[in-house]
Every structure is written in structure tokens, then in C-alpha cells.
């Protein structure tokens, strides 16, 4: 009689698991074919003999594409050295990526601290005020960043004004611009995951660690930086990622010069006519997203585990 019962259980979970997945089938297909789907032809094109004025020769298949990711051969005697512009834009826009994730972390943390330390009534206004950039598009926020940074902008005009310098510093069309105009659109996406952990703070362990004859730095450290450590490795997370692979504002505040990996991938499409070189840069993009991701993932399955 029991194994009867164990089989007609263990057909009704059958039953059910076919019924779920039946559910679940056109969520399936939709996230494969307007994801997955054209991530496999991407990642097909990068494999790819390239076309003469763009697109790739079907079926006829290479490594070229991601040969010349990170090396080059010479068109004379086909010598294979580094390819230094390829090296540099990755270095790039890591480098510049990182330094926004630090920055944008400087900055929004104090931010979120001041707001969780508000009366309730108040938050709602200033989170208000931190998601307002939201409602203006990207381009348009990048084109007002240009009238703060140009020669003739506000930073310039102010330092001439008070003699700190006697002519405008060119900060338009460098590293510093392309780093402040980041800095200014992902600031938010760090302020608000660091308000969601901050304001489930108990400020009365703050207190307990000020009872203790702990200072300043000491509460900070032991105290308040472990229990917002999620909120810090997700604003991380969505600060660097976008950072990594961004267009806009390295070519507009960049000036075509000083190109991140976005700039190259739309190069290679666009004016280069290399289709399978820049999906191999893409597909190479993503991966060092999915890796940031997992040690994402990783750190913060450590810190839940720790927290019980």
C-alpha cells in the first residue's frame, strides 16, 4: 500500500513539474530568441570570415576575429606583435571604469548615509532628488556635463575667477572628462542600493560602539562598512558594469579620441566594416561582466551566510 502511495505521489509530481515547465515555455522562448538568440549569433559572427564592405562571408569560418582582439600582424612580413591600441582602450576603459565604481562609492556613501540619518517624512524628498537625472536622457545629461567641464565652463570660469589659474585647463577630451561625466550619470546607481542597506541599519549598535569608547573611524569600520557591505558590493556592481561598456559619454566628452570598449565595438561595425573582430570584443566585454558578476554573486552568498 505504501509503494502505491509513493508511485501515484510520485506521478502527481511528475504531472506537476511537466504542467510548470509548459507554464514557464513562452517566457523560455521569448528570453532565448531576444536573448540567447542573438548572443549565439554574435558569438557565431566573432568565428567568421570578415566581408569585403561589411558583414561576414556566411559558413566560412576564421580566428581572425579573435586573433586580433590583443595581437596584430604586420601586412610586410606578417611579424605578430601586441595590438598597443587594442591593449590601451581595454586598459582604459577598465582603469576608468574602476576609478568611477571608487569615486561614485566616495561620494554616494556619505549620500546615503545623510539620508537614511533623515526624519522618514524627509527621505522620500531627497531620494526624490537623487533620481531626478533619471527623467532626462542619457545624451542630454552627458551634453550638460560638456557646459561644467569646457574650456569656458563652470570649473574653468571659477578657478580663473578666484586666480587660482590663469587659463582654462582642458579637461573636455581626456581621461578626467570622460571620468567626471561617469561619475555624474552612475551616481545614483550607487546612492540607492546603499540607502536600501543603510536604512535597515540598527543605529543603535552605532551608539553601542560610540558606549564602548570606540572613535569615528573604528564605528565605521567595524561596524557600519560590514553591515552595508551588500548595499556596497551591488551599487559596485551597477556602477562597473555600465561603466565597462559605455558609448555615449566617451565619445561625447571623449571626442572620438580617447575610446572605451563601446566606441571599438561600434568602430569595428560601423567605419571598420570587421563584423567578426567586433563581436569577438563583444563577446570578450561580456565575459569580464559575467566574471565581475559571479564574484558578485560569490561575495554576497558569503556575506548572507555570515549574517545567518
Request: charged share 15%.
Amino acid at each position: 500500500m505504501s509503494n502505491r502511495a509513493a508511485e501515484v505521489a510520485a506521478q502527481a509530481g511528475a504531472r506537476e513539474t511537466r504542467r510548470r515547465w509548459l507554464l514557464s515555455m513562452p517566457a523560455l522562448l521569448i528570453v532565448f530568441f531576444a536573448a540567447a538568440g542573438p548572443l549565439l549569433v554574435v558569438l557565431l559572427y566573432s568565428f567568421m570570415v570578415k566581408g569585403d564592405y561589411g558583414d561576414v562571408k556566411y559558413w566560412e569560418f576564421s580566428n581572425d576575429g579573435w586573433f586580433s582582439v590583443f595581437l596584430q600582424r604586420d601586412i610586410f612580413d606578417d611579424t605578430i606583435t601586441i595590438a598597443d591600441a587594442h591593449v590601451a582602450i581595454f586598459w582604459r576603459s577598465v582603469k576608468l571604469s574602476i576609478m568611477t565604481t571608487l569615486l561614485t562609492l566616495i561620494f554616494g556613501f556619505p549620500t546615503a548615509y545623510f539620508i537614511a540619518t533623515r526624519p522618514e517624512r524627509r527621505r522620500d524628498l531627497w531620494l526624490f532628488l537623487i533620481t531626478i537625472p533619471f527623467w532626462t536622457n542619457l545624451l542630454i545629461r552627458t551634453y550638460a556635463m560638456q557646459e561644467v567641464i569646457r574650456n569656458e565652463g563652470v570649473i574653468n570660469t571659477a578657478l580663473i575667477m578666484t586666480g587660482i589659474v590663469d587659463r582654462p585647463i582642458q579637461i573636455m577630451y581626456t581621461d578626467i572628462g570622460i571620468l567626471f561625466g561617469m561619475v555624474y550619470v552612475y551616481l545614483p546607481l550607487m546612492v540607492l542600493p546603499l540607502y536600501a542597506s543603510m536604512e535597515k541599519l540598527d543605529f543603535r549598535l552605532i551608539e553601542a560602539g560610540y558606549d564602548l569608547y570606540a572613535n569615528s573611524w573604528q564605528v565605521l569600520r567595524r561596524i557600519v562598512i560590514p553591515l552595508v557591505k551588500p548595499g556596497i558590493i551591488a551599487g559596485s556592481i551597477l556602477v562597473f558594469i555600465p561603466s565597462l561598456g559605455a558609448y555615449v559619454t566617451p565619445r561625447v566628452l571623449g571626442g572620438g579620441k580617447n575610446m572605451m570598449l563601446g566606441n571599438l565595438i561600434e568602430l569595428q561595425f560601423g567605419q571598420g566594416r570587421n563584423w567578426p573582430l567586433g563581436s569577438a570584443i563583444s563577446i570578450t566585454l561580456m565575459v569580464i561582466v559575467m566574471v565581475a558578476l559571479l564574484v558578485y554573486v560569490r561575495n554576497a552568498t558569503r556575506s548572507g551566510a555570515r549574517h545567518g
